[in-house]
T-cell receptor
Framework: GAGVSQSPSNKVTEKGKDVELRCDPISGHTALYWYRQSLGQGLEFLIYFQGNSAPDKSGLPSDRFSAERTGGSVSTLTIQRTQQEDSAVYLC??????????????FGPGTRLLVL | KQEVTQIPAALSVPEGENLVLNCSFTDSAIYNLQWFRQDPGKGLTSLLLIQSSQREQTSGRLNASLDKSSGRSTLYIAASQPGDSATYLCAVPHTGRRALTFGSGTRLQVQP
């Protein structure tokens, strides 16, 4: 079946603009994660959705970042008033959560964001 | 706070060599550890997941071991090939949560 898909694959924006990044998880996966990969910071967790539970937002770097997941499927990560330090690859992953936390996370190809 | 360290940061070997990549983590209260591969400009591909109750997991030429008490994992690649050239990342779930904490990766180059 189809894997995790993300759009757009590349995004160039001007400082101060808002951007929206989209993630389509694997069908039936109940958990969805956003991560960010930047040159200086490596790969870091941003936010996690699981079913109808409140999302774990503990990794969001500032209140300019927000995310939602509609209908338990597609997710959108929004960055408001973008800054140059927001330039990074934004990766989405999904998993089918099972008891004991033994699930594999499957990653999308990422969205490369460049803020000029 | 969980911290994950990978050694070496980069490795270059001739084709056919067996090699070992190392990963260490500070909090041993994990329920699994994953090894990923990342090709330049691409997303992550899951290679192996070792459950906390397991000591090793094998897939083809790859073998991953886990010593939870000492906070260490190794990824063994047998008979390396140029197609194995990539960055290898290990990751463990955040303490008490399922989101992953990643190491900084080992960049592997296999020379033909």
């Amino acid at each position: 079946g189809a894997g995790v898909s993300q759009s757009p694959s590349n995004k160039v924006t001007e400082k101060g603009k808002d951007v929206e990044l989209r993630c389509d998880p694997i069908s039936g996966h109940t958990a969805l994660y956003w991560y960010r990969q930047s040159l200086g910071q490596g790969l870091e967790f941003l936010i996690y959705f699981q079913g109808n539970s409140a999302p774990d937002k503990s990794g969001l770097p500032s209140d300019r970042f927000s995310a939602e997941r509609t209908g338990g499927s597609v997710s959108t990560l929004t960055i408001q008033r973008t800054q140059q330090e927001d330039s990074a690859v934004y990766l989405c992953a999904s998993s089918l959560e099972v008891a004991g936390g033994q699930e594999t996370q499957y990653f999308g190809p990422g969205t490369r964001l460049l803020v000029l | 706070k969980q911290e994950v360290t990978q050694i070496p940061a980069a490795l270059s070997v001739p084709e056919g060599e067996n090699l070992v990549l190392n990963c260490s983590f500070t909090d041993s209260a994990i329920y699994n550890l994953q090894w990923f591969r990342q090709d330049p400009g691409k997303g992550l591909t899951s290679l192996l997941l070792i459950q906390s109750s397991q000591r090793e997991q094998t897939s083809g030429r790859l073998n991953a071991s886990l010593d939870k008490s000492s906070g260490r994992s190794t990824l063994y690649i047998a008979a390396s090939q140029p197609g194995d050239s990539a960055t290898y990342l290990c990751a463990v779930p955040h303490t008490g949560r399922r989101a992953l904490t990643f190491g900084s990766g080992t960049r592997l180059q296999v020379q033909p």
